[in-house]
């Protein structure tokens, strides 16, 4: 699966899809030609976002959530919002998500992360509980 791209792992041949030439659009068929691993914070929030392929997009933002906790496109703490946002609308889109590591990710990082100012620190951190506490039975 490492090899293969966005649209082979859907099943999806930018070639058979109708062009569209909105940005999304341009996006999504872009989007199709990348390996998971090419997929930037942009394309895994807008992903989520959009609810576009998102048994491809999930783990690949909960793994990277537990990396970089604080982790954002537009602000800091921009793709856990994104994460609670989904999981409001299909609270199985959290199943595999490493809870622990996730807690020792936050507490380790939130005195080292580089914040954009002291209230983005505090929603941040904020949006991490929030998701902490989703988690938990």
């Not at 496109?73 to 998500?97: C, P, Q, S, T």
């Not at 996730?102 to 949006?127: G, P």
Request: include cysteine.
């Amino acid at each position: 699966m490492e090899n293969q791209t966005i649209g082979q792992i859907a099943g999806l041949k930018p070639s058979e899809l109708p062009l569209d030439t909105s940005s999304l659009g341009q996006w999504f068929h872009a989007l199709l030609d990348k390996n998971i691993s090419d997929l930037t914070i942009c394309d895994i929030t807008r992903m989520i976002q959009q609810n576009i392929l998102i048994q491809i997009a999930m783990p690949v933002a909960l793994k990277l959530l537990v990396e970089v906790p604080f982790a954002g496109e537009m602000y800091d703490g921009h793709l856990v919002k994104v994460v609670l946002e989904a999981a409001r609308r299909n609270e199985n889109v959290l199943i595999g998500f490493d809870l622990r590591a996730f807690e020792s990710a936050v507490e380790e990082q939130k005195e080292k992360f580089c914040f954009m100012s002291d209230q983005s620190k505090k929603e941040s951190t904020a949006l991490c509980e929030q998701l902490k506490r989703r988690c938990r039975p």
